[in-house]
């Protein structure tokens, strides 16, 4: 949070954007140091957590505006409501907490609840309909890649002999599953987080949105006004870190070419060479945030 307002570095008449507002907690903070008229959009594709930053965010009045979207299109959904451009733009990525506590939504290994994951539920898939229809090669191409799963092809063979008898329902069955199954025990973590991840990334396809939604950023964002990006994952760091150095690059052709043919055009300066980790203090009052990676970009003109 404070590294986030140091960067951001929100002022009274200021427009800023939250484009995965969750519970709220990010956008007052913002609201508050932006204070008296400074204005803040928050998107996020959960109704839940909508309901949860309305409640959080109501005592600021029209300063705070909520729409349920996509992040992708964060720069689309700023036009239409008269944002753009804006002072600042955060981007709070991963799991919310809203959503791994409610066991209906299927996100732990540990719920009962439906094996579900969808941030929205409007989308088609589930997580269940991808264990028990996707191949046996897809399977391991997605722990593989979007869970960095070791054991990612005896995990998918696994779970297809197995949903022949019964098909996984519950998110707790399959957490079980893949616990038994797995051979290494890695220290501080349950064998399935893994393969959970790998799972919620593929249905809410949330690499590609990620992709998007920092290009949509870019263009939306006024020239001297910065980008954060926090990521609680490899991939997402990953992502994050090479789109901002291609951007702060004047060429992007390959190696090879004795000359520039692209045409590209630095649009970034990059602030935070090395991503900032949370402070001890705030991991103490949050452990969630011991994983946080948190970095930071500014527009050029």
Not at 35 to 45: Q, T, Y
Not at 76 to 84: E, I, L, N, P, T
Not at 166 to 178: K, N, Q, S, T
């Amino acid at each position: 949070m404070a590294e986030v307002l140091a960067h951001l570095d929100p002022r009274d008449g200021g427009r800023y954007l939250d484009g995965t507002v969750g519970g709220g907690g990010h956008a007052a903070a913002i609201l508050d140091a932006s204070a008296p008229s400074g204005r803040l959009l928050g998107l996020d594709r959960d109704p839940a957590a909508l309901a949860i930053a309305a409640r959080e965010l109501a005592r600021f009045g029209d300063r705070a505006v909520l729409a349920r979207a996509n992040f992708a299109f964060l720069d689309d959904v700023a036009g239409k409501h008269g944002f753009a451009p804006v002072d600042g733009c955060l981007l709070d990525l991963g799991l919310s907490s809203i959503q791994l506590a409610d066991e209906d939504r299927g996100f732990s290994f540990r719920s009962p609840g439906p094996l579900d994951m969808r941030a929205d539920p409007d989308l088609r898939d589930t997580a269940a309909d991808l264990v028990n229809t996707w191949s046996e090669k897809d399977l391991r191409r997605v722990f593989a890649e979007y869970g960095e799963e070791p054991e990612a092809a005896r995990v998918a063979g696994a779970i297809v002999r197995r949903r022949v008898k019964a098909p996984f329902e519950a998110a707790d069955d399959l957490g079980r599953f893949v616990a038994g199954v797995k051979t290494r025990r890695p220290r501080g973590i349950d064998p399935a987080t893994r393969v959970f991840q790998a799972l919620r990334i593929a249905v809410n396809d949330e690499l590609a949105n990620l992709e998007r939604a920092l290009a949509a950023a870019m263009r939306v964002v006024r020239p001297g006004s910065r980008i954060a990006v926090i990521s609680f994952h490899s991939l997402e760091d990953r992502i994050v870190k090479h789109f901002f150095a291609r951007e702060s690059r004047d060429c992007i052709c390959p190696p090879h070419l004795p000359t520039c043919v692209c045409g590209h055009r630095a649009g970034l300066r990059v602030v935070t060479r090395r991503p900032l980790r949370a402070a001890s203090a705030e991991v103490d009052r949050n452990p969630r945030a011991r994983s946080a990676a948190l970095r930071v970009s500014e527009r050029l003109p």
